[in-house]
């Protein structure tokens, strides 16, 4: 084994979120050429029927030529969603049997209309 084998399982810098059934684990390793990147893996832990319990895992390979990018997307997705529904984490506040209400009061009080499948029109790239 050569020494790639024993950096890859060494530990460069790590970080964990812990977040109800969701943890997050941040970790920093090497490729073969020794450089940097970063794994973002999702573990959310289900529970059986018998009570016993497994992990479900999802992986994220970010290189740092993405780095830039990436962070521009996150940013600019997490800022809508903070603009547009606050920080309040709604799903919390709802019990198991809530049902969404049949028509959503706008920040005015105007009522919002869900608009129909016929009021679509299609969008050829020249409109854009």
């Known amino acids: 084994m050569g020494d790639y084998d024993s ?12 977040a109800g059934r969701r943890t997050y684990f941040f970790d920093v390793r090497s490729t073969k050429a020794g450089d940097y990147y970063l794994t973002i ?44 529904k ?5 799903s919390d506040r709802h019990q198991s049997d809530y049902q969404r209400p049949e028509s959503i009061v706008d920040k005015d009080g105007t009522p919002e209309v869900t608009p129909s499948a ?4 299609d969008v050829n790239f020249e409109d854009i």
């Open 7 to 18: 950096r890859d399982n060494e530990e460069i810098f790590s970080k964990v979120l812990r």
């Open 41 to 84: 893996t999702e573990s959310k832990k289900f529970t059986n029927d018998d009570g016993s319990f497994h992990f479900k895992k999802h992986k994220i390979y970010l290189y740092k030529e993405d780095f830039a990018g990436f962070t521009e997307i996150l940013n600019e997705m997490t800022g809508y969603i903070l603009d547009e």
């Open 86 to 90: 606050g920080e309040e984490v709604i």
């Open 118 to 121: 016929e009021s679509f029109t």
